[in-house]
C-alpha cells in the first residue's frame, strides 16, 4: 500500500523539508503541496490523498476551518495537525473536530514517520507531552492578532465574551460603556466574518487558547 499525502503549510522551507524526509520513507508517495487552505481544499477536487498534514496558522482560510471542512466533505481523509502552538487546550479542541493527530513542528522525524503509519492504520496520535508555557500563548496571541487585525482589547473582549459575559458586564469589568464594548463586538465579527453571538462564539471556541479556564 502506498500512502498519498498531501502537506498544507504556509512556509514552503518547511514543506520542503517535509518532503525531503517522507520520500525518504517507505510506502509513502507526496503529492503537490498547498499553501493555504483554500488551495488545499481546490487539489482536493482533482486528486485523491489518503492523509493530509496541516498546518493550523494558514492565511486566507486557516487550519481549524479548513480541518472543519475537511470532516465534512472529506471523512475518509487522514488528518495530522503539525504546528509550532505547544498549548493542550488548542490540542484538544483540534481532537475534539475530528483530527486523528497532533503534533509539534520540532517533532524528530522518526516520529513523524511513525506518527503517519500509525494514522492511516486507524489509531489516534496525539502529544502526550505537550505542557503549556507562558511563552507559547504569547506568541499564540500575538500571531492570532497579526493574523486577523485584531488589537489586544479586542482579544480581551472576545475572552470575556467566551467566558459569558454581556457587553454591560464587560463594560463594568473595562470601565467602558456598554456602546463601546458593542462597537468594538461588532467589529471583532466583521474583521473574524462571523454573523452573529453563535458564531462569535464557536470562533472562540475553535481557537481555544482564547478561553481562559
Same mark, same amino acid.
Given at each position: 500500500?502506498?500512502?498519498?499525502?498531501?502537506?498544507?503549510?504556509?512556509?514552503?522551507?518547511?514543506?520542503?523539508?517535509?518532503?525531503?524526509?517522507?520520500?525518504?520513507?517507505?510506502?509513502? #508517495? *507526496?503529492?503537490? /503541496?498547498?499553501?493555504?487552505?483554500?488551495?488545499?481544499?481546490?487539489?482536493?477536487?482533482?486528486? /485523491?490523498?489518503?492523509?493530509?498534514?496541516?498546518?493550523?496558522?494558514?492565511?486566507?482560510?486557516?487550519?481549524?476551518?479548513?480541518?472543519?471542512?475537511?470532516? #465534512?466533505?472529506?471523512? !475518509?481523509?487522514? *488528518?495530522?495537525?503539525?504546528?509550532?502552538?505547544?498549548?493542550?487546550?488548542?490540542?484538544?479542541? *483540534?481532537?475534539?473536530?475530528?483530527?486523528?493527530?497532533?503534533?509539534?513542528?520540532? =517533532?524528530?522525524?522518526?516520529?513523524?514517520? #511513525?506518527?503517519?503509519?500509525?494514522?492511516? /492504520?486507524?489509531?489516534?496520535?496525539?502529544? !502526550?507531552?505537550?505542557?503549556?508555557?507562558?511563552?507559547?500563548?504569547?506568541?499564540?496571541?500575538?500571531?492570532?492578532?497579526?493574523?486577523?487585525?485584531? =488589537?489586544?482589547?479586542?482579544?480581551? *473582549?472576545?475572552?470575556?465574551?467566551?467566558?459569558?459575559?454581556?457587553?454591560?458586564?464587560?463594560? !463594568?469589568?473595562?470601565?467602558? /460603556?456598554?456602546?463601546?464594548? =458593542?462597537?468594538?463586538?461588532?467589529?471583532?465579527?466583521?474583521?473574524?466574518?462571523?454573523?452573529?453571538?453563535?458564531?462569535?462564539?464557536?470562533?472562540?471556541?475553535?481557537?481555544?487558547?482564547?478561553? !481562559?479556564?
Amino acid at each position: 500500500m502506498c500512502v498519498r499525502i498531501i502537506i498544507a503549510d504556509d512556509h514552503q522551507l518547511l514543506i520542503d523539508g517535509l518532503v525531503g524526509v517522507l520520500n525518504e520513507a517507505e510506502g509513502i #508517495s *507526496i503529492l503537490p /503541496s498547498a499553501n493555504n487552505g483554500r488551495q488545499l481544499l481546490a487539489q482536493l477536487k482533482e486528486t /485523491s490523498a489518503d492523509l493530509v498534514i496541516l498546518d493550523l496558522n494558514m492565511p486566507e482560510l486557516d487550519g481549524i476551518k479548513t480541518l472543519e471542512v475537511l470532516r #465534512s466533505q472529506y471523512p !475518509e481523509i487522514k *488528518i495530522l495537525v503539525l504546528t509550532n502552538y505547544n498549548q493542550p487546550q488548542l490540542m484538544e479542541e *483540534i481532537k475534539r473536530l475530528g483530527a486523528h493527530g497532533y503534533l509539534l513542528k520540532n =517533532t524528530a522525524a522518526d516520529v513523524l514517520k #511513525s506518527a503517519i503509519y500509525k494514522v492511516i /492504520s486507524g489509531e489516534l496520535v496525539f502529544n !502526550e507531552y505537550i505542557e503549556p508555557t507562558e511563552g507559547d500563548n504569547h506568541f499564540f496571541v500575538d500571531d492570532f492578532m497579526k493574523k486577523f487585525q485584531l =488589537t489586544r482589547r479586542e482579544v480581551e *473582549i472576545i475572552r470575556m465574551v467566551a467566558q459569558g459575559n454581556t457587553s454591560k458586564e464587560i463594560g !463594568e469589568q473595562l470601565f467602558v /460603556s456598554e456602546f463601546t464594548v =458593542t462597537t468594538h463586538r461588532r467589529n471583532i465579527m466583521r474583521k473574524l466574518d462571523v454573523k452573529n453571538l453563535a458564531g462569535l462564539l464557536t470562533f472562540a471556541r475553535a481557537h481555544g487558547f482564547l478561553v !481562559e479556564t
